[in-house]
């Protein structure tokens, strides 16, 4: 009889073999990393598309004026030498005078001050546009010098500035535009791209003019290839027959697997994304159980987060308390906290009227095992679900109408280090606020407005309490992302899920 | 005297208990899709475990022939430790339910269409063929995946949704066979001592063209069957904790590299269902066929 090992390696090679590839095998000999990532870029112009992916590929090939350091959430000058805030509203700029372009072009107040008001246009359409809206323009104080007017107080500007906001050359995009720049985008990043295959494969390869005193470093690996593979089985059996060696987002179960094969490495971060419930406080939906706080603190009782960690998130995953993550600037876990107690969970169902429990709409649009195993942990309390598993663009619109009493959701932030880049989205009164609170939206109001840092602390944590206390919002736990890539390979994920290949090299 | 030759039977169900016996495939079929009724109706009974009873602690145990397998889990656990064979039971339930259930709708609204097209003929014929045509035009899996994803995807819904997509064949057939019979002498004489177009349709028509309705409503059992499974397996079917067999190869797909059994086992009773219930409709056309009448 053929063992399961036999099968699952018969399986592996048959996958393997049928695959078609025409990359050359990915080793440090011919020092070229082939990567697999999951998803179809839009486009590669860092302004015209949202994915994940793409914001991955941006830091490759684009500098910000600043940079956040991974390690200590330090911002950086990267393309800047320095920079001051002149008043809450206005943000100047020294610029490195020793950068160029990939084609050639120096890099000078000019590209900044093209850059900036190119996307504060709002008829340019960059997207998305909360990364680029919160500016009104730039002005040119020198050849080296720029000056940012904000439309508001925005104290997270350096985190956008260090992050998603990067800098094109003015004469090349001016004349090539989106079009051209997504087929031939040229930054001053430490990797420069040699082709464009749109959706399908991007290879890029070291930029030797690299500024020296970028704090990314120069990158260390020749070349790299990004190729799509849509499925995550076929990533597996590319990895495994040695056409790519490094995937990402790989599940938690098949990490353990291939940990145990001991092949490959595999690496796991959290994330800062997290998960949550959501539900109708105040009656968007209608009268329903969940406008009765007792309910909100009966679910948040019944559901057994430490447990759903330990068996199915796994990793570097932890349980939050507050709906913010942890390395979020202004998040506290410091805000009233709910153990798994069912026994309670139905005593406060009593209290509500509901000793028998009820029926409720359920809605979730990822991770149906995690939604499935708190289905199970509310049926224990005599809550029972009508379940709705949707594709993301269906739970949104549903959310966001307020046709949903009770979600499980997950928001990962746009990596911005920044409690306004989540808590102030869901509960100042947006399409995904459903509990309108004046009293959180008033402090979320105040952190988001204040340039002073006690002061947007305190406002947030008010807010943070608040919500927490009513359970407007259940938060649930981090998230992590597992990393698989062969052995020759020294790489390390950081919390902001942006691998940085440039930093990645060759044992 | 003359032997007058034996005239056929007048017996609409000519098939003789012989000649179902003698037919393997469709014994064979009908033997399996009993197998699986029983397990669906004996469900409560016969499943060792409740299968939404969720165990993180004992997650992905492999079946008994494994050696990390046991007989607690016969069949093993998946992704939430539920027992394995607990779920495939109920799973029948779920496929035959959405099988039986979308095939009857769709054997109503094709039947109707296809007889009244079939014997009015003219104008109500060209509106039935239009709608045929627009019908058969439509990809019964995109438009299926459409609507489920946007009102979303539950039991009632999957079956509404195929039993509205799977009329046509019903149609077809039925037009045709009905097409047939309209200008028989037995119509006709009916039509002459002044029955009903309801009578006629309804006992003269229909216990003729029963035959049909019967084989062509098997084949479509099998195919609303394995589309849910389709459904399921993108998410946009049986919604959980419901143990669909679709929804079971769906969660297992992730670890089918390195448990193959997850999606094999599913996979093999959707495989032995579908089979069955389509050697048992080619039998029971092989059976009733006019040539094998005599």
């Known amino acids: 009889m053929m063992t399961n090992k036999t099968i699952s390696f018969s399986l592996i090679g048959a996958l393997a073999a049928t695959m078609m590839y025409s990359a050359a095998y990915a080793d440090k000999s011919n020092d070229t990393l082939n990567i697999a990532v999951d998803r179809e870029l839009e486009s590669i112009d860092n302004y015209y598309n949202t994915a994940r992916e793409g914001i991955v590929i941006s830091r490759m090939i684009w500098d910000g004026l600043l940079y956040r350091d991974p390690a200590t959430n330090e911002y950086i000058p990267n393309l800047a030498t320095s920079y001051k805030w002149v008043d809450s509203k206005t943000l100047q700029f020294d610029l490195r005078s020793d950068v160029s372009f990939h084609n050639g072009e120096k890099f000078d107040a000019d590209d900044v001050v093209f850059t900036m008001n190119y996307l504060a246009d709002p008829a340019n359409g960059a997207k998305p546009a909360r990364n680029v809206n919160w500016w009104t323009n730039a002005e040119k104080l020198g050849d080296y010098k720029v000056q940012l007017n904000l439309k508001t107080e925005f104290p997270a500007a350096l985190e956008f500035l260090s992050g998603p906001v990067v800098m094109y050359p003015n004469e090349y995009y001016g004349k090539v535009g989106p079009e051209g720049m997504a087929l031939n985008p040229v930054g001053t990043g430490p990797y420069m791209v040699t082709s464009v295959e749109p959706g399908k494969r991007y290879r890029f390869t070291k930029y030797d003019g690299y500024h020296s005193s970028s704090p990314k470093g120069r990158a260390s690996i020749g070349k790299i290839v990004i190729r799509t593979i849509a499925e995550s089985n076929t990533q597996l059996a590319e990895l495994f027959s040695g056409g790519i060696d490094w995937i990402w987002k790989v599940k938690p179960d098949q990490a353990q697997r291939i940990q145990e094969q001991g092949n490959f490495t595999v690496k796991n971060s959290s994330t800062m994304r997290i998960g949550y419930l959501n539900f109708d406080a105040s009656g968007r939906y209608g009268e329903n159980p969940m406008n009765d706080v007792r309910v909100r603190k009966a679910i948040a009782h019944s559901i057994n987060r430490d447990g759903i960690v330990q068996a199915l998130v796994k990793g570097e995953s932890i349980v939050v308390n507050s709906l913010c993550f942890p390395s979020q600037f202004g998040c506290t876990q410091d805000v009233p906290t709910y153990d798994y107690n069912p026994e309670k969970a139905k005593e406060l169902l009593r209290d509500a009227g509901y000793p028998d429990g009820f029926e409720i709409p359920f809605l979730a649009y990822r991770n149906r095992d995690y939604a499935e195993a708190m289905i199970s942990n509310l049926n224990a309390i005599g809550i029972t679900t009508k379940f709705t598993y949707l594709k993301y663009a269906a739970f949104r619109d549903k959310v966001q109408d307020g046709d949903s009493p009770f979600n499980f959701g997950t928001w990962g932030s746009y990596s911005i280090n920044d409690v306004s880049a989540i808590t102030s989205h869901f509960q100042k009164g947006g399409k995904d606020d459903y509990s309108r609170d004046a009293e959180v939206m008033k402090n979320l109001n105040i952190g988001d407005t204040s340039v002073d840092l006690d002061v947007r602390k305190d406002a947030y944590k008010k807010a943070l309490s608040r919500i927490a206390d009513q359970v407007f919002m259940f938060p649930l736990w981090s998230y992590n992302t597992n990393y698989a890539f062969t052995k020759d390979l020294d790489f390390d994920p950081t919390p902001d899920e942006i691998p940085r290949f440039f930093t990645a090299t060759w044992k | ?294």
């Open chain 2, 1 to 294: 005297m003359t032997n007058l030759p034996q005239t056929t039977s007048n017996n609409p169900y000519p098939a003789g208990k012989g000649r179902i016996l003698q037919h393997k495939g469709m014994m064979i079929g009908s033997l399996i899709v009993i197998f699986v009724m029983l397990l669906a109706i004996l469900a409560p009974l016969i499943a060792p475990h409740d299968p939404y009873y969720q165990d993180l602690l004992n997650r992905l145990k492999p079946p008994v022939w494994d050696t990390r397998g046991s007989w607690d889990h016969i069949l093993g656990t998946d992704h939430l430790g539920r027992d394995y064979l607990s779920r495939l039971i109920y799973g029948a339930r779920i496929s035959l339910l959405i099988g039986i259930g979308a095939a009857m709708i769709s054997g109503i609204i094709g039947t109707f269409l296809g007889v009244m097209a079939g014997y009015f003929g003219g104008r109500v014929d060209m509106v039935v063929t239009f709608l045929i045509t627009v019908r058969l035009s439509m990809p019964v899996v995109l438009v299926a995946l459409a609507v489920v994803a946007i009102v979303g995807g539950s039991l009632q819904v999957v079956i509404a949704v195929l039993g509205l997509l799977l009329w046509d064949r019903f149609a077809v057939v039925m037009r045709s066979s009905t097409l047939q019979i309209r200008s028989m002498d037995y119509i006709t004489a009916a039509r002459a001592v002044g029955c009903s177009t309801a009578r006629i349709l309804m006992t003269e028509i229909m216990p003729n063209v029963v035959n049909n309705l019967i084989v062509i409503a098997t084949l479509e059992i099998a195919h609303a069957i394995i589309l849910e499974a389709a459904l399921s397996f993108l998410g946009l079917g049986v919604q959980p904790p419901l143990p669909s067999w679709g929804l079971m190869v769906s969660e297992g797909k992730d670890m089918m590299l390195f448990e193959p059994w997850l999606i094999t086992i599913p996979g093999v009773a959707l495989f032995a269902l579908v089979l069955s219930i389509n050697l048992l409709g080619d039998g029971m056309r092989d059976v009733t066929a006019p040539e094998n009448r005599n």
